[in-house]
């Protein structure tokens, strides 16, 4: 629930490049450690990152919120909920529209 702290721990037992699977959002919904910290994990880029909670249990819009998380490169996946193969599919072309020249366009639709 901590990445940036995880992260500290993972460098201080000499574990490179993890991937880390994080609460990522505009709004630090569950970001334990505060924005900043993750902003400063995020421009570091010392491990893969995987956002989750990209939509903070809904108190974002899908536009904005993907836009905020698509916009950091060094977010290599997102993991996301919807309520039907519509809402994935729709999801899933956002993301694309929004990572055209990253490795994020690259996952598979639903």
């Known amino acids: 629930m901590n990445a940036p ?4 721990t ?20 569950r970001m334990c450690g505060g924005m900043q910290a993750y ?23 899908p536009q904005e919120a993907l836009e905020y998380v698509c916009a950091h490169p060094q ?12 809402n994935i599919s729709q999801t899933k072309q956002l993301i694309d529209r929004l990572t055209s020249d990253n490795e994020l366009s690259s996952l598979p639709a639903a």
Do not use: T, W
């Open 5 to 8: 702290m995880l992260m500290r």
């Open 39 to 61: 902003d400063e994990l995020i421009r570091k880029h010392q491990c893969r990152l995987i956002a989750m909670s990209v939509f903070a249990s809904g108190a974002l819009p």
């Open 10 to 29: 993972l460098d201080k037992v000499g574990i490179k490049n993890p991937i880390i699977c994080a609460n990522i959002n505009k709004i630090g919904f």
């Open 75 to 86: 977010i290599e996946s997102i993991v996301f909920g919807a309520s039907s193969r519509k």
